[in-house]
Structures are given as C-alpha cells and as structure tokens.
C-alpha cells in the first residue's frame, strides 16, 4: 500500500482530490431568490390574517361558466378604520349583492358599485345605502401617530436607499403593509392590488360603497387623496383580465352594457364560515410574512438586490412597491 501511495499517479490523484476539495469549499454559493427565501420562512414567522379582515367577492361566473372568487384583506386597526366599518356594514346588509364592475381603465384601476350611480349607461334608481354609515374627513387618508421608531424593517445593510421615497420623506413595511411617511404622517400605498374608496370632489371622501383595485403601474400619485382601505390577495387576475372600457377614464360606455360584469354578493368571510349553509371544510385561512422577521429582511433585500443566476447586475435599490408583502393561504387551510 505504501509503494502505491508513493508513485507520481497516486501524488497526481491525491493533489486533485484535495485542489477540488478546496475549490469546492471556496466556490461560492447560488445566491437564493426572493421566492426561494419566502419558502425558507420559519412557521413561526407568518401571521394569521383574522377571518374579520377578509372580504369574499364573487363575480358571475366567466364565459365558460367557471367560477371568479377575489379575495380582499382589509386594514387593520389603525389604517382607515371609518372606510373599513363602512366596507363591513354594506357587505353585512347584502347591499353590495348585485353591483357591477363599472370601470375598467388600462394600466391604472378596475372600480365597481352601483351600475346606477354616476355612469355613462345609468338608467335606473339608485340603491340606498343602509343607516349607520361613517363619515370621514380627508385628514383621515393620513395618520398622525408619531412612527419614527417604528416604520424600519430588520434589514441589517447599510444603505439607507430603500427608506428613500419621491413621494415623502420615505417608505418603508410596518405590520404587513407598504407605507408612506414624512416627519408628521404616515399613510398606505397606491401599490398593485391596492383597494382603494371612489369619491366625488373634495370634500367627499366616499362611503365605501364604490371601491377600486389598481392594475397597472402604481398611482403613487394618489397616496393622502383618497382612502386606501385594503388588498386584493387571492384572484386578482379576475379583475386585471376584464376588458376595457372605451368610456372617459374607462368607464364602459352606453354600448357596452353587455361588457359589465356582475358581482353576485361581496361577504365578511367569518360571516361565509359561520353560516348553517357552510360547506364542509370551507376555509378562507391566509397568512403574510411578517415585515418584522429576519427573513423579511432577507427578502427585501434580494428584491432590490437580485443575485439569483438570472441576473447581470444587482439594481442597488427597489421603489416600495417592488418589494410586495409575501401573503399564501395557510399550510393546514
């Protein structure tokens, strides 16, 4: 055995075992993707969405009778909580059950209420809305509440690039939400999926009883003009595939009656779990990473840094709407 360790093929075999043994150790690892990191969360770092905070939208079927369900969560307490009682109580009274998608504008929002209320086609009564609604001032598109100490992310970099906003001072996740903020105020983002409250002129600032998605590029622009008071984080596509409508701002016009698309009833999910007509095993359980964990962390800065083989170059930055909160149904849903 020795004399065999001793001839130059055996010392050519061991020098390369041990140079691919420290090459291998020295080569450095595939650098993880955004999704790949989410997947790689800890339970422990994902937050329960309350079953309260979830709306139920179902639209009519689609041309192959396939069903539409989109599923919306509104904000906690403390974003837009007179909207949000608003958007509860008209889906409680039912009177949501039979309004339509009125507006649908390319790359900007799909907006549905009463087809009879202020659109090009309306030619009958307008619904009326149940007592008990709230009325806001526009001071409540904002909140005052001091969040300096509060609106960071774990983010262990040193760059202070993606706090940086053109919008405001700068923006930031707290609770599971994309925020904007300056040194007085803090309000939510016009990001894709968004929901949004139609209204009139100021000083309207809408009911709830006419509400929008944004479909294409963000409207940062309507950040403290109007009441953001949710998400869209299930079926999304049902809403961004509708065609356009050919109206001022995309409202369908008086030939395009046939191009609405109905929506039969807009529900509080814990409400659809707790009726008697429930279906076994209906669920509506979701859950976001929580902007508060390392590995949130982790996957922001992978959005505004992505080293994942695809890409030349890292960006060295990401806008607040380019780094989505993570949102899945549960594992055991």
Request: aromatic share 10%; hydrophobic share 35%.
């Amino acid at each position: 055995m020795k004399k065999i360790m001793n001839c130059p093929v055996a010392a050519f075999i061991a020098t390369f075992t041990l140079s691919a043994i420290v090459l291998a150790e020295e080569e450095p690892k595939e650098a993880l993707s955004p999704n790949k990191i989410v997947e790689e969360a800890s339970v422990e770092e994902w937050v329960a969405i309350p079953t309260e905070d979830l709306l139920v939208m179902r639209l009519a079927p689609d041309a192959e009778g396939n069903p539409r369900e989109v599923i919306i969560q509104l904000m906690p307490a403390p974003f837009s909580q007179g909207w949000v009682h608003n958007i509860k109580l008209l889906a409680r009274e039912g009177w949501y059950d039979g309004i339509s998608v009125n507006r649908v504008q390319d790359n900007y929002v799909v907006q549905w209420g009463d087809p009879n209320y202020d659109n090009p086609e309306s030619d009958g009564e307008k619904k009326t809305l149940p007592d008990g609604l709230k009325v806001m001032g526009e001071d409540e598109y904002t909140n005052d509440e001091p969040l300096k100490n509060l609106l960071t992310t774990t983010l262990t970099i040193d760059q202070e690039w993606w706090h940086k906003d053109s919008y405001g001072k700068s923006s930031g996740h707290f609770r599971g939400w994309q925020l904007g903020y300056s040194d007085t105020q803090w309000w939510p983002v016009h990001c894709y999926g968004m929901v949004g409250v139609g209204r009139n002129l100021s000083p309207d600032t809408g009911s709830g009883a006419e509400l929008y998605t944004v479909i294409g590029h963000a409207p940062r622009h309507l950040d403290r003009n109007i009441a953001l008071v949710g998400r869209v984080i299930e079926g999304i596509e049902y809403l961004s595939s509708l065609p356009r409508g050919k109206g001022e701002l995309g409202f369908y016009a008086e030939d395009e009656f046939d191009k609405r698309t109905p929506i039969l009833s807009i529900d509080v999910a814990a409400d659809l779990l707790e009726s008697e007509t429930a279906p076994a095993g209906l669920t509506y359980d979701y859950e976001y990473l929580s902007t508060e964990s390392e590995t949130f962390a982790k996957y922001a800065e992978a959005r505004a840094n992505r080293r994942d083989p695809f890409f030349i170059l890292p960006a060295g930055g990401a806008d607040i709407c380019n780094i989505p909160v993570p949102v899945r149904p549960a594992p055991n849903g």
